[in-house]
């Protein structure tokens, strides 16, 4: 076993703290991963305050994870030792079901195994995340990381960028449509990225006016405030190809539905805890469609890894000491980020 340290939450409500476990020695077709950076993603809290119901302390969060291999098994020929890795949300998955062969492992029929908060395939032993010094994993479930990119501005498109890419992509969002990103966090902030990258024209509803400079920055060509909803509904009323919803707390979708062309998509990302109340009006009228997307597959999160390296797109960061964790899901939960934490895990 491998001794090694992190942060954990050790029950929904107090403070993450310092925490020693042990990860496995790799086996044939594992690589040992020594984590350079750790992006702090909204899904981190809402899994250590128990929002979403499964639970399981102590839990060390983190999904976003880059580093360098230090350690391959006998049997590994994706990476060598010194290579740049990286860890998003899933460690593994049966592997044999029809979406695990199709590349879709974030679906797979027999349930996959999350980064932390999950038992692996043993059935016995518990997932630990990435707000940790190493990690050990199958290299079927790493990803090469391109070396022209800054590597701290890298870890939050592990999770933050596949979740953006993902759904942009399978809706063919590209020229000539007009996007609506909902939230500028560390998802919206990507969504803005990609959709401007794809050749899309894009808004951004956002209920903080300070983030307008940013916004345009990122590629938007406007914002629009949402804390007056009469005022935008008349400015933006089926005027919309596509929009992606990031938002992590509950808040009215019937607003960006109205949004939407006949024939729009909104496709939500966000996951509060409470169920949106939906006027079934707003869909019928205009025959609009309202769908979900969950992070990517691996082969899909290799290809938005390669396209970032290929055009140059990192996210915004601030980059924090590990003991800083608490005081970022503060400021996280109060949207007060530019436009991820990411943890430096070898400070
Ligand atoms: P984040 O950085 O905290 O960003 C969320 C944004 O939502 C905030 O910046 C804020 O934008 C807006 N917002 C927050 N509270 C709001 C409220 N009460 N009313 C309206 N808007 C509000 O979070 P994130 O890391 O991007 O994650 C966003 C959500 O996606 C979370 O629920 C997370 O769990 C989920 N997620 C889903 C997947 C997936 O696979 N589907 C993957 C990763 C994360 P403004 O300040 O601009 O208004
Ligand atoms: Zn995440
Ligand atoms: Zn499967």
Wanted: overall charge neutral.
């Amino acid at each position: 076993m491998i001794k090694t340290s992190g942060y954990a939450a050790f029950n929904s409500t107090g403070p993450l703290a310092p925490f020693e476990f042990t990860r496995r020695e790799p086996k044939p077709n594992d690589i040992l991963i020594e984590i350079d950076y750790c992006g702090v993603c909204h899904s981190d809290i809402h899994q250590v305050k128990n929002e979403w119901g499964n639970a399981t302390f102590p839990m060390v969060p983190g999904h976003e994870i880059v580093g360098h291999v230090t350690k391959i098994g006998s049997n590994v020929s994706k990476f060598i030792v010194g290579d740049l890795a990286g860890v998003g949300c899933l460690v593994d998955s049966c592997r044999t079901c029809a979406n695990c062969k199709e590349g879709f492992q974030q679906f797979c029929e027999n349930g996959s195994v999350g980064t932390y908060n999950s038992l692996e395939k043993d059935g016995v032993t518990r997932t630990y995340g990435g707000y940790s010094k190493c990690i050990v994993v199958s290299e079927d479930f790493a990803l090469k990381i391109p070396t022209n990119l800054d590597l701290k501005t890298v870890a939050p498109l592990l999770c933050a960028g596949i979740t953006t890419y993902s759904p942009l992509r399978h809706w063919g969002v590209g020229p000539g449509q007009k996007v609506g990103v909902v939230g500028l966090g560390g998802l919206g902030h990507m969504a803005v990225k990609f959709a401007h990258s794809f050749g899309a024209t894009v808004t951004v509803f956002s209920r903080s006016i300070s983030k307008k400079e940013d916004a345009l920055r990122l590629g938007a060509s406007e914002m629009a405030i949402t804390t007056n909803p009469e005022k935008i509904l008349e400015t933006h009323a089926g005027k919309f190809d596509f929009i992606i919803d990031t938002v992590s707390a509950p808040h009215d979708l019937n607003l960006y539905l109205q949004f939407l062309k006949r024939d729009g998509k909104m496709v939500l990302v966000g996951l509060p805890n409470v169920p949106p109340h939906i006027e079934v009006g707003n869909l019928i009228f205009g025959r609009k469609t309202l769908a979900g997307s969950l992070i990517g597959g691996i082969p899909e999160t290799q290809e938005m890894l390669d396209y970032c390296g290929k055009h140059n797109i990192g996210c915004d960061i601030e980059l924090i000491a590990p003991s800083r964790i608490n005081e970022a899901f503060e400021r996280t939960l109060n949207s007060d980020v530019k436009y991820r934490f990411v943890l430096d895990m070898k400070s």
